[in-house]
């Protein structure tokens, strides 16, 4: 029951905080709703971080297994299980959400009590995602994902907030659908061979298809994940839902949400199809390539912070679908690593421009310029976290991107050569921001007073910092659970051609 605890613990604490609220928008109980989603959250990762310790690093397969016949007469049941690939999704999961809700505490004032529902409701539909064996349990826990991420970006983002939550969910429930086709299909052709359906994920593994039908199968899998990553040409919803969703919803999107279609693919598109896979490995890790180099680019000439960060994202994911793609064990090791360091920089990074935004109400560039002089212990986290997401020698993002180009290289060396430019182009943009943000001469009077960190944000940038350091040297803590059930997955794909 332990998982079922883990998925469903933040849902029914979503429950309780309607109950705690009372009935309208009353500002006097708004500090007993964000205490009481906080406590709720920290109660969750508490007991992710219980699963790690009871986890068994030797062991491939999945763990904590619970299976329940939910409609026999389908084949669908109620199966969770967590192996070393979904683990530190779960644990990453569990960590970032109290952020997320601690970071929104000054910031939001409107509807406290629906806005930490939705909150946790969004944390229970991600933790099932992650640990659904089941592909019917898995596409549920993926489309209710949606909703309430549609929320928070249309209710309490900014001033073109309909417009980014609009576009948001049609990107990725014309993936969601194509998918869910997708699942049907390969259930039922399972059925035809065997004589029953079933939407096991661990008896579809190695289901006999023909070509033309692994083919669409495979392309209806990957394009809904490859939305959600999202993989160049399919980002352009993530800039407008970044920009327009609160700081809280921000954290959230890049932390773990994008995630969903890095594991989607590792864990269903690339073992249940494995031949085409292979035949469209080299496409979609040119695609990635191309998201690396472009997502640098646009970077690069951002005058909002937070629409640089985003962009970031498209470039750093690239990366992580490039490893994928290798299907090395190095190369997918350190696309899963680099999954657990993107939420940790860039959920970081996204804090840091909310914590400015909310002083000065603005996320220009041209408006900031010497704040070191009145927040340098800001400033300092910035930098750790700016070192952490440009893959400096010693943070969190170094070993992610070594691992990635090692096994890509053993694959393709020539398009982990031009991808590898991606790592020298984040460097440039990333600096650029931050010595125009901090350095220079102090010349805008309204920073001349900004408040360095408070109590709350030490809370929130104390962890996220000490994460960054702590996955940076010592990795060895992470890759030694996370390898026997890499391994298992690279030798059931198979060897990949470029």
Known sequence: MLLTTIVFLPLVGALLVLLAGGRGDRPEREGIVRAAALGVSLAAFAATLFLWWRFNPADPGFQFVENRSWLPQFGISYHLGVDGISLFLVVLTGFLTPLALLCSWESTHKNVKLFSFFLLALESAMLGVFVSIDLFLFYIFWDAVLIPMYFLIGIWGYERR???AVKFILYTMVGSILMLVAIIGLAYAHGAASGQPTFNLVELYGTALSWQMEKWFFLAFALAFLIKVPLFPFHTWLPDAHVEAPTAGSVILAGVMLKMGTYGLLRFAFPLFPNAMGYFAPW??????????????????????????????????????????????????????QMLNHGVSTGGLFMIVGMLSDRRHTRLIAEYGGIKAVMPRLVACFLIVTLSSIAVPGFN??????????????????????????????????????????????????????????????????????????????????????????????????????
């Open 162 to 164: 309909i417009y980014a």
């Open 284 to 337: 979609i890790a040119g695609l990635a390539v191309v998201g690396i180099v472009y997502g640098a680019l646009v970077a690069m000439v951002q005058p909002d912070m937070k629409k640089l960060v985003a962009y970031s994202s498209v470039s750093h994911l690239g990366f992580v679908v490039l490893g994928l793609c290798s299907n090395t064990v190095q190369g997918v090791e350190g696309a899963i690593y």
């Open 397 to 498: 993002g170094f070993v992610g991107e070594f691992l990635i180009l090692l096994g890509a290289f053993r694959w393709w060396p020539a398009v982990t050569a031009v991808g590898a430019t991606g790592v020298i182009l984040s460097a440039v943009y990333m600096l650029w921001m931050f010595q125009r943000v901090n350095y220079g001469e102090l010349t805008n009077e309204k920073n001349r007073r900004l408040p360095d960190l408070s109590t709350r944000e030490w809370a929130l940038m104390i962890p996220t910092v000490a994460m960054a350091i702590f996955m940076g040297v010592a990795p060895g803590i992470f890759l030694r659970t996370m390898e026997p059930s890499v391994v298992k997955v690279v030798q059931m794909i198979g060897q990949v051609a470029p």
